[in-house]
């Protein structure tokens, strides 16, 4: 599998892809660094951009990697190699190369600006992770939605639906079942809901490390007054950690029934 | 057995056994239930119409296409869930597609990294197919019969027992070919198994010791090329199978038409 992750990584971070990615990053924080002398109001600016942006490039990366190298994979499928070994050596050789275009675009700013030495050095941390695990979950969806999907046109669409639906429509249709249904207790509800969509369970866990109960909104209050600061960030941690690993299992599943 | 030469030296094991094979793609029946086995070492040519399952076949050996049912046994080993058994086999898919940004030079050594293979087999190969010239362009701008030359390098350079060539002299120029069909017959002499697909018969003629014709998902012949022609009362191999595909196979009559007939047709006007 090692093997199958080097020749992808390099692969994709030799694409230009990975390199406008990497260079928007690097410009963006530059920029928002060099205007803000608050590093948590730009944590926060970040943030935003993380949450929509990060899943978005990476479920067109993720399907634009599975649809590109379907000779390299038909190559490697006649090879002596594991099925699995095949398709998660894929994955993360992709969610290593966004990985890279975020650590170093975020980071090189970052760094030169002197966050080593400064007490937001956590907050930077939790921000980077997000990105990374925002990036993996919607690389896995977009990477499974293009298995089973055989003609491109159609994989794109629905992998980009379905950002659009995490992203955007998933809170619209939260916030008008909260406001038909205010008149019931809702805590637990709200509970379970931001936990079935990772980009609300990012935005929960940074805003409960950067403690700004001002823009926590509902679910994130709920998640603190319910778990409280440490062990809400913990849960949500840990179940961002599962939606990496549940696609990724569906992608082994999906895998070994699948004609090539 | 099948008019295979008694000078071969035989591979310790190279035993191929399909029992009941089946398979369909939603309603599509591709194969439906294909019993072989191919205990002697030597070159089989699959035959049949296009879409009659010749690469799903293949495909079914080599793993990449699972059958609703059926077993497939290398050398005593079920293939299903295996995937140990494919490091003593080689493979030259039909339509050569590679990964468009590596040169020639990057591919073979990706790929013998991949298997874990250190020889430089592929040198003889480069020099027999004149690939030396091209070794630094990429896969994606090479024209199409030197992409099958590289698909076969790729294929041959492991000394596998078994060789599965999917179409494999599509594209290629007389001197290529030449050098083809000896390769093979040197492969051959080694006491590999190779099983190739084709639509050129000549290349049949040649290098078959065996004959498969598949026909709606089923063998419908199996035996030498002097069995098939025997048996259809034919002189060449196109025409018994002409005869196979179609029973009342008649020459088109190609005798000049007398001058009038022709003027007497049906005017085309704008």
Not at chain 1, 235 to 241: H, K, R, T, W
Not at chain 2, 14 to 40: A, C, D, F, P
Not at chain 2, 200 to 219: C, N, P
Request: net charge positive; proline share 4%; aromatic share 12%.
């Amino acid at each position: 599998m090692q093997k199958i992750i080097k020749y992808s990584f390099f692969d994709l971070i030799r694409s230009r892809w990975a390199l406008f990615y990497g260079i928007f990053f690097l410009l963006f924080t530059g920029v928002l660094l060099a205007f803000s002398t608050d590093l948590s109001k730009v944590i926060i600016s970040l943030m935003n951009v993380v949450l929509v942006l990060c899943p978005l490039i990476a479920t067109m990366f993720g399907a634009m990697y599975y649809y590109n190298t379907s000779e390299f994979r038909e190559l490697l499928l006649a090879q002596p190699i594991r099925r699995r070994s095949i398709f998660w050596g894929q994955f993360i050789g992709l969610s290593l190369s966004l990985t890279l275009s975020l650590l170093v675009g975020m980071g090189i700013p970052f760094v030169v600006y002197g966050i080593f030495a400064s007490a937001q050095i956590w907050n930077f941390i939790i921000l980077i992770g997000i990105g990374i695990a925002l990036s993996m979950i919607f690389a896995a969806l977009a990477y499974l939605i293009a298995m089973v999907n055989t003609n491109q046109i159609r994989g794109f669409g629905i992998a980009i639906l379905v950002w659009l639906f995490f992203a955007l429509i998933y809170d619209g249709i939260f916030l008008i079942l909260l406001s038909v249904f205010s008149a019931y207790p809702l805590d637990s509800a709200s509970l379970a809901g931001s936990l079935l969509n990772p980009i609300d369970l990012a935005r929960i866990l940074i805003l409960l490390k950067l403690d700004i109960s001002a823009l926590m909104g509902y679910t994130s209050a709920v998640f603190n007054k319910f778990f409280g600061t440490v062990s809400g960030m913990l849960i949500s941690a840990i179940v961002l950690g599962l939606w990496i690993v549940i696609p990724g299992i569906l992608i082994q599943r999906v895998s070994a029934r699948r004609d090539f | 057995m099948f008019g295979r030469t008694s000078l071969i030296i035989h591979h310790p094991s190279t035993m191929i056994t399909i029992h009941n094979l089946i398979k369909s793609y939603g309603k599509l029946e591709v194969l439906r239930g294909i019993h072989l086995e191919l205990k002697e070492p030597g070159v089989t040519a699959i035959l049949g119409p296009n879409g009659s399952g010749k690469t799903t076949l293949l495909k079914c050996l080599l793993g990449m296409v699972i059958p609703q049912h059926g077993q497939i046994i290398f050398d005593g080993r079920d293939i299903r869930n295996d995937w140990q058994y494919r490091r003593y086999l080689s493979y030259a898919p039909q339509i050569a597609k590679f990964p468009n940004n590596l040169t020639i030079l990057e591919f073979l050594e990706m790929i013998k990294d991949i298997r874990g293979v250190s020889s430089t087999a592929e040198q003889r190969y480069i020099h027999l197919f004149d690939l030396a010239s091209h070794l630094k362009m990429r896969l994606g701008t090479l024209s199409g019969g030197t992409k099958q030359k590289v698909n076969l390098t790729a294929a041959l350079m492991f000394d596998a027992p078994y060789l599965f060539l999917d179409e494999p002299i599509a594209g290629l120029d007389p001197v290529a070919l030449i050098r083809f069909k000896d390769l093979l017959k040197e492969e051959k002499a080694k006491g590999k198994q190779i099983i190739l697909t084709t639509h050129i018969m000549s290349i049949v003629e040649d290098l078959a010791d065996e004959i498969l014709f598949i026909l709606d998902g089923k063998i419908y012949f199996r035996g030498t090329l002097s069995e098939l022609l025997e048996r259809y009362q034919e002189p060449t191999i196109e025409r018994a199978i002409a005869r196979i595909l179609n029973p009342g196979f008649q020459d088109i009559d190609i005798t000049p038409q007398p001058r009038e007939n022709l003027t007497s047709q049906p005017e085309m006007s704008n």
